[in-house]
């Protein structure tokens, strides 16, 4: 292959979208063999598809990682995590990217490492920022260094609120509480994102990245790990802060650590934007900032975390010192202790791993054991009780960890229940089992374990996928969002014959009547917006219904209680008026959705209709209404009939005494024209007793008891055994009115003036009255017992109705009421 520089070390310098690693895996594929060592698991799988799609097959290319390993015996061309590159393998090309990683105190002193060890046969990359110059002047003099100038040009836009951010935006975040909090609020107000972090599989990012980059998605949340060359269509990049936990404290972002984040805005020779979700406080960017990012000026490393690449397996001891030895140049700093050497240092400490570990071979393999990464993030205590189990059977017998141990392990999680948080958890304990599974030596069946590992996690990651989906993602609002801003009348909403309103197959709600009723399972903070969304487009549907109502049969209107209701659903109700057959029809307030004209045409259909069903069902109560008109009803007549309405038809008669004995001839026969009876103890209308009218009058007076339908005296502690009902309650029966009326005519047909007498018993047993009732009925009617023979039938005497209480005269408290005493004394 032809020379890209004059040196066999080249180093790629420049912003994010320069196109390095495309560079990169063009130059290591013209090779006949190649390694490229990547900062994540994510990114050398991404890369690891390309080059299969290039070479057209999977038996030449392998992808190496910590916990995924696919080598095919011929293989030629290996992409990997910097940790994992063997190192041991001679290849033409060795490429190393994001090498300004050496200054990361965590991860550092691996790409340090492969910065200084790692070549190629024919040709060694180095890719970076441009802040890595100085020291690879200091530590790789020989190495060529170009300079890349970004394909396009990266801008701030300022500070947005999330719900004003572009639609192709990617939020960053520092923690996977941050991340999850700002995809919450984004589906809320934005339909959703997808989240993409460093902890995902590649599996579950894939298929989170699919939905972003498909456009199900506007909007994608991640953490710092999207500035590590991972490639996705964004346009802009916020940051949800400017702080970072590193580890050990937390911490402004450096300006390149920014740049590298910001940089991933824009692709090709699309510009791109970056911007903050603060205008103010320590989240949000300051001008020295802004500037050195547009430029892309980073500041120049000045120190690069080193530990030994090659360190001494004589013994633990000389391990350890090896891994603690100072760096020999002054550009390198050593770096912090790591969790391998704390579990190393921790292992040591313990009898049994001593008496074990007596040769460089064992030493070299707990040192592999230690090199176990801390996936659950446990920290270095619980880790390395793990990690000295692990142990303990890697040096036992053959150096095999037992088949049952972990089966039982991995079965624990072959689990696709639970929340996001449960998912990630299992995929992170799976990624250990993996990573177990991996390493040739230390299990009897690898392959066998390798596979099985890799199926769930490859189950968990759907799982997680389908529970981030579900949680982060309302791909109603999504579609709302998209449509219902540009022209409402364009938005797709369907009703089906249920009354369900849905937008392209996403429920929203029901419409029921003209009261839209966002679905249960939409969230509190969704519902304004849905039912915004769905109010703006069914306002048509309003209309048609509203016309329908105004014109609707007699047989569509029912009246429940107080409700008016259409097609079963209430659209008025009924207030008090000028009394019970003129009461007031008020809509209901779900038809405040129509206009004005549409509302008065409802209202006059629904008066219309009342009036009917009084003309109809409750023809008496009309006609009531119709004399408390007329003037030449008379003031007797149109007040007792203003007591009768008022009553709802039925009325003791002593409650209406003077007013009765008002009347007139004339007025008396009106009235029963009317359809009033003036019966001895009642004034009642036969014509509301029958079942339909009584259900009628029951519904406008308000009475909730419902009596036995068609009964003609009820226990007196039956539902409805009282006056108001109709029923007058006689000791421990209730009696109907109208029969009352017929027993008490009987009476007075059978008597003859004030002579004892026995009605005939037969009527009142008919109609099932006890002795006694039909006693207190003969009492209440005007006739007391007379004494006769033993053994004759009870007699009565006609003694006459005792005269209603006289009202008592006002209290004559003030001073003209003395004065008027005076006048008349």
Not at 54 to 80: Q, Y
Not at 433 to 447: F, G, M, Q, S, V
Not at 768 to 793: I, N, V
């Amino acid at each position: 292959m032809s020379r890209f520089a004059r040196s066999e070390i080249t180093a790629v310098l420049g912003p994010t979208n320069t196109g390095k690693t495309h560079l990169a895996v063009e130059r290591m594929a013209g090779h006949a063999s190649g390694m490229i060592g990547f900062p994540l698991r994510l990114l050398a799988r991404e890369v690891y598809d390309r080059v299969v799609r290039m070479k057209g097959s999977d038996a030449e290319v392998a992808l190496i990682t910590g916990e995924e390993k696919i080598l095919p015996p011929k293989a030629r061309w290996f992409l990997c995590t910097a940790e994992s590159m063997p190192l041991e393998r001679e290849v033409a090309f060795v490429g190393l990217d994001e090498a300004q990683l050496g200054a990361d105190p965590e991860r550092g002193h691996v790409f340090t490492d492969r910065l200084l060890r790692a070549r190629g046969r024919e040709e060694t990359m180095i890719l970076g920022s441009d802040s890595l110059k100085p020291m690879l002047k200091a530590l790789v003099p020989e190495a060529e260094v170009i300079g890349r100038p970004r394909f396009s040009t990266l801008s701030y836009a300022g500070a947005k609120k999330l719900s004003r951010l572009p639609r192709r935006s990617a939020i960053v975040a520092f923690s996977a509480e941050e991340v999850y909090a700002v995809a919450e609020a984004l589906r809320r107000l934005r339909g959703g994102a997808a989240v993409v972090m460093g902890a995902l599989s590649p599996r579950t990012r894939n298929a989170q990245v699919a939905m972003f980059q498909a456009g199900e998605v506007d909007y994608l949340v991640a953490t710092d790990a999207i500035g590590m060359g991972l490639n996705m269509d964004v346009h802009h990049v916020a940051f949800a802060s400017l702080n970072k936990f590193d580890g050990r404290r937390q911490r402004r972002l450096t300006v390149a650590e920014m740049a590298q984040i910001a940089g991933r805005a824009g692709r090709h020779q699309k510009d791109g934007s970056f911007g903050a979700l603060h205008e103010e406080g320590p989240n949000a960017f300051t001008p020295e900032e802004v500037l050195a990012i547009e430029a892309h000026r980073v500041p120049p490393l000045e120190k690069l975390y080193w530990r030994e690449g090659e360190p001494d397996f004589s013994s633990i001891g000389d391990l350890i010192g090896s891994l603690e030895a100072k760096p020999n140049s002054e550009v390198l700093r050593a770096a912090p202790e790591a969790i391998d050497l704390s579990v190393l240092k921790r292992l040591s400490e313990e009898d049994w791993v001593r008496d074990r570990v007596r040769s460089p071979a064992m030493v070299k393999r707990l040192w592999a054991a230690c090199g176990l990464p801390d996936f659950r993030k446990l920290g270095a205590e619980p880790h390395s009780r793990f990690v000295g189990r692990l142990f303990g059977h890697l040096s036992e017998g053959r150096g095999h960890v037992p088949h049952q141990w972990f089966a039982d392990e991995i079965a624990r999680l072959d689990n696709m229940g639970g929340d996001v948080e449960t998912l990630a958890g299992r995929i992170a304990a799976a990624r250990s089992w993996a990573y177990i599974a991996h390493r040739a030596d230390w299990l009897e069946d690898p392959i066998h374990w390798a596979e099985r590992t890799r199926a769930i996690e490859e189950k968990l990651s759907d799982a997680l996928h389908a529970s981030l989906t579900q949680r982060f993602v309302d791909k109603r609002t999504t579609v709302l969002l998209r449509q219902i801003g540009a022209d409402a009348s364009n938005l797709p909403v369907t009703i089906g014959p249920e009354g369900e309103v849905s937008v392209e197959e996403h429920p929203l709600g029901t419409l029921t009547g003209f009261r839209f009723t966002v679905a249960p399972e939409a969230r509190a903070a969704d519902k304004r917006m849905l039912l915004a969304a769905a109010e703006k487009r069914l306002g048509g549907e309003y209309r048609k219904r509203g016309a329908a109502l105004a014109e609707a049969e007699d047989a569509a209107i029912s009246l429940a209680g107080a409700a008016l209701a259409w097609r079963g659903v209430t659209v008025a109700t009924l207030e008090p008026g000028p009394n019970i057959a003129r009461p007031r029809i008020r809509l209901d307030r779900s038809l405040d959705v129509l206009d004005p004209a549409a509302k008065a045409a409802v209202q006059a259909r629904l008066d219309r209709w009342f009036a009917d069903q009084i003309g109809t069902r409750l023809t008496v109560l009309g006609k009531l209404d119709e004399a408390t008109r007329d003037p030449e009803a008379g003031s007797p007549l149109r007040a007792l009939a203003s007591a009768l309405l008022e009553a709802g038809g039925l009325l003791p008669r002593r409650a209406a005494a003077n007013l009765v004995e008002a009347l007139d001839l004339e007025a008396r026969k009106r009235l029963r024209r009317i359809g009033v009876t003036i019966g001895t103890l009642d004034l009642f209308a036969p014509a509301l007793l029958k079942p339909a009218a009584a259900r009628w009058r029951r519904e406008l007076m308000g009475l909730a008891a419902v009596p036995r339908e068609g009964a003609t005296v009820l226990p007196r502690s039956a539902p409805g055994a009282d006056l108001a009902y109709g029923y007058r309650p006689l000791g421990a029966q209730a009696v109907r009115v109208d029969l009352v009326e017929r027993i008490a005519r009987a009476a007075h047909d059978s008597r003859q003036g004030r002579r004892p007498f026995a009605p005939d018993p037969a009527l009142a047993t008919s109609m099932g009255l006890t002795p006694e009732t039909l006693a207190r009925l003969m009492a209440q009617l005007g006739f007391r017992t007379a004494r006769g023979a033993e053994g004759e039938a009870q007699r009565w005497i006609w003694q006459g109705l005792v005269a209603p209480p006289k009202p008592k005269a006002p209290p004559r408290d003030n001073a003209f009421a003395a004065l008027a005493e005076l006048k008349h004394g």
